[in-house]
């Protein structure tokens, strides 16, 4: 398929304006001195890397069609040893394991959202936190573009959901959780590669992060992210 072949699965760790993006994220991760913390979804390792390089405890986790549980290091980031797993909800950790939990563009793929809310909100302790990043906007102007061009856009793959504030607050709110803070952003496209981008990447960033800021364009960004709360007791 077109999108498939001109979508590399390692084209976010070869961009620099959206390894810059990681870089954020990790830091305002180990900020907060949030550890131990669950990688949930870790893709090819890139935030588990970072994370583990500013001294966090991690657990890192993927799903994997067809995969029966086990370990295994990563290709691309070797010191991060990662859980895979064919189950698409159950996660190999005992209640009340994790200070917080990294959802970084993982959400708005798996096959059923309420029962992995569900399962993460039983391995956070109470008051545990849980950061949803790179959830995708259903307004994005980006997406409709992509989606007019034959490109990669979310919503393509089976599984692939889009959300609005208010979708993403009730599902969160619905799964037990607090929702304390939600913002949009990415006006840019991040996972951009070649020379131009690398010689670019940080001032890609920072007019991506000032476009975000901007009141009503920003109703038409690429992400939405929420940092949350889980609350006492299992989800009703």
Known sequence: MIADRIRPHDV?????????????????????RLSPILDWGCGLGQVSHLLLERGLEVESFDYRDGAELHVESLPEF?????????????????????????????L???????????ELHRVLRPGGRLLVYKLPNRFSYLELIARAAGLYYHGRWHYDRVYDRKLAVDLLTRSGFRVDAFRRTNMLPL?????????????????NQWLSRVPVANLAATNLELDATALDGAPA
């Open 78 to 106: 070797p010191e991060v040893s990662a859980h895979l797993s064919g189950d698409p909800v159950a996660l190999p950790y005992p209640d009340a394991h994790f200070e917080a939990v990294l959802s970084c563009g993982v």
């Open 12 to 32: 976010n760790i070869r961009s620099g304006p959206q390894m810059r993006e990681y870089v954020q994220i990790a830091d305002r991760i180990a900020s907060e």
């Open 191 to 207: 996972s951009v590669t070649g020379a131009f981008a690398a010689r670019n990447a940080e001032r890609i960033w920072r007019a």
């Open 108 to 118: 708005e793929h798996v096959q059923h959202p309420e029962a992995s809310l569900s």
